[in-house]
Nanobody, 123 residues
Framework: QVRVVESGGGLVQAGGSLRLSCAASGRTFGSYNMGWFRQAPEKEREFVAGISWSGGSTYYADPVKGRFTISREHAKNTVYLQMNSLKPDDTGVYYC????????????????WGQGTQVTVSS
């Protein structure tokens, strides 16, 4: 089986930074994309950023472009989300997703999900 574990969430002031980590373990077949989603209280889960595991392509949701950077460290099988210039609207539970051989933005294309890590940005 595949296990996906997020870490790095916390409480920060507006304008601050956090770096989230997503460690994926277990056997998968072929190349696959990974992504980050977030869910604010009483709102639907939304796409944040995605990365191609073998190709290096990235894609970002409009609200985070220029502020967030997704990257990978191949040797550790880990994906990161560097979040800068954080805003209160960035508050939510951030989920890492893995196992997408199609695209980046659609949650239903991901086979594996982590448990989420809380990010809170105060004014």
């Amino acid at each position: 089986q595949v296990r996906v574990v997020e870490s790095g969430g916390g409480l920060v002031q507006a304008g601050g930074s956090l770096r989230l980590s997503c460690a994926a373990s277990g056997r998968t077949f072929g190349s696959y994309n990974m992504g980050w989603f977030r869910q604010a209280p009483e709102k639907e889960r939304e796409f944040v950023a995605g990365i191609s595991w073998s190709g290096g392509s990235t894609y970002y949701a409009d609200p985070v472009k220029g502020r967030f950077t997704i990257s990978r460290e191949h040797a550790k099988n880990t994906v990161y989300l560097q979040m800068n210039s954080l805003k209160p609207d960035d508050t939510g539970v951030y989920y890492c997703a893995a196992g997408n051989d199609y695209g980046f933005t659609h949650s239903y294309e991901y086979r594996y999900w982590g448990q989420g890590t809380q990010v809170t940005v105060s004014s």
